[in-house]
């Protein structure tokens, strides 16, 4: 089965992929570079897409996440695993820790996030009451527990418009609604895969608690910093996943 991954902050380097390769895939929405290559045991092609293109040029509002999915989805792609910088509202999520978020919330604004745009494409309402693949999350979090990393298995994504982080009654609210980690990219991502049938799932990585919880003023600096961090890691974990993931199992993705 053909896997992929789609890197975000600071997971942009595809070298653990073996035999590395830049694919070019014309959609109707533009044409995205992907990477192909190999991992060992597994005998189909895995992909890598970095969501904010070369040079992280794109801010999360104007990542084109339409022409992302739909390009894995041509390469034949049929589980793709996420990750994702987020900042943490939830004490028991420090920087440094993964979480493989089961819900979200959604406050970004005016984002293209459908495909179905009425006309030729159609009229359709996607079932999203449970947006990421509970099979793939339950093998990443065995992944990472086999390489001793701090990871949650579960918890509520809060997706903003960005660019800009949040207001400190922002976190507030939203920790009242019950989120646990907030990020900028994770919706519509999430939404264009359910909608084109793909297994997705994401690996959120704290890399600081969010605004007002520390008294600090966030900094793009200071996410970058703890990414680089764990860069390593989650390559590591980005590879035993995707083997993982490769492998047959039944889910309620593809209806
Ligand atoms: N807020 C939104 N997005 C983020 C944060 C944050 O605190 N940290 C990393 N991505």
Redesign the pocket.
């Given at each position: 089965m053909k896997v992929g991954a789609i890197g975000g902050?600071g997971v942009y380097d595809p070298t653990w992929l073996d035999h590395p390769q830049e694919v070019e895939i014309k959609t109707p929405y533009g044409s995205v570079t992907v990477m192909e290559g190999a991992l060992a045991g597994h005998e189909d092609a895995v992909y890598f897409l970095n969501r904010h293109g070369a040079g992280h040029a794109l801010p999360p509002h104007r990542v084109n996440y339409r022409a992302n999915l739909w390009a894995l989805r041509e390469l034949g792609v049929k589980r793709v695993i996420a990750t994702?910088?987020?900042?943490?509202m939830n004490l028991a999520m420090a920087p440094g820790s993964l979480v493989l978020v089961d819900q979200f919330l959604d406050f970004t604004k005016g984002r293209p996030s459908t495909f179905y745009e009425g006309g030729a494409a159609g009229v359709r309402h996607t079932d999203m009451t449970e947006p990421y693949c509970r099979e793939s999350r339950q093998r990443i979090f065995e992944s990472a527990q086999a390489l001793g990393l701090s990871v949650v298995l579960g918890g509520v994504y809060v997706a903003?418009e960005?660019p800009r982080?949040?207001s400190a009654q922002e976190i507030r609210a939203y920790r009242l609604l019950g989120g646990d980690v907030?990020?900028?990219t994770g919706v519509p991502e999430v939404v264009l895969a359910r909608e084109l049938g793909l297994c997705y799932a994401a690996v959120a990585l704290v890399?600081?608690?969010?605004?007002g919880l520390t008294g600090q003023p966030?900094t793009h600096e200071e996410?970058l910093e703890v990414m680089r961090a764990q860069t390593q890691q989650v390559q590591t974990l980005l590879k035993m996943a995707l083997a993982r993931v490769a492998e047959p199992y039944a889910c309620s993705c593809p209806a």
């Amino acid at each position: 089965m053909k896997v992929g991954a789609i890197g975000g902050t600071g997971v942009y380097d595809p070298t653990w992929l073996d035999h590395p390769q830049e694919v070019e895939i014309k959609t109707p929405y533009g044409s995205v570079t992907v990477m192909e290559g190999a991992l060992a045991g597994h005998e189909d092609a895995v992909y890598f897409l970095n969501r904010h293109g070369a040079g992280h040029a794109l801010p999360p509002h104007r990542v084109n996440y339409r022409a992302n999915l739909w390009a894995l989805r041509e390469l034949g792609v049929k589980r793709v695993i996420a990750t994702a910088a987020v900042g943490s509202m939830n004490l028991a999520m420090a920087p440094g820790s993964l979480v493989l978020v089961d819900q979200f919330l959604d406050f970004t604004k005016g984002r293209p996030s459908t495909f179905y745009e009425g006309g030729a494409a159609g009229v359709r309402h996607t079932d999203m009451t449970e947006p990421y693949c509970r099979e793939s999350r339950q093998r990443i979090f065995e992944s990472a527990q086999a390489l001793g990393l701090s990871v949650v298995l579960g918890g509520v994504y809060v997706a903003t418009e960005g660019p800009r982080f949040e207001s400190a009654q922002e976190i507030r609210a939203y920790r009242l609604l019950g989120g646990d980690v907030v990020g900028m990219t994770g919706v519509p991502e999430v939404v264009l895969a359910r909608e084109l049938g793909l297994c997705y799932a994401a690996v959120a990585l704290v890399t600081n608690f969010a605004a007002g919880l520390t008294g600090q003023p966030l900094t793009h600096e200071e996410v970058l910093e703890v990414m680089r961090a764990q860069t390593q890691q989650v390559q590591t974990l980005l590879k035993m996943a995707l083997a993982r993931v490769a492998e047959p199992y039944a889910c309620s993705c593809p209806a």
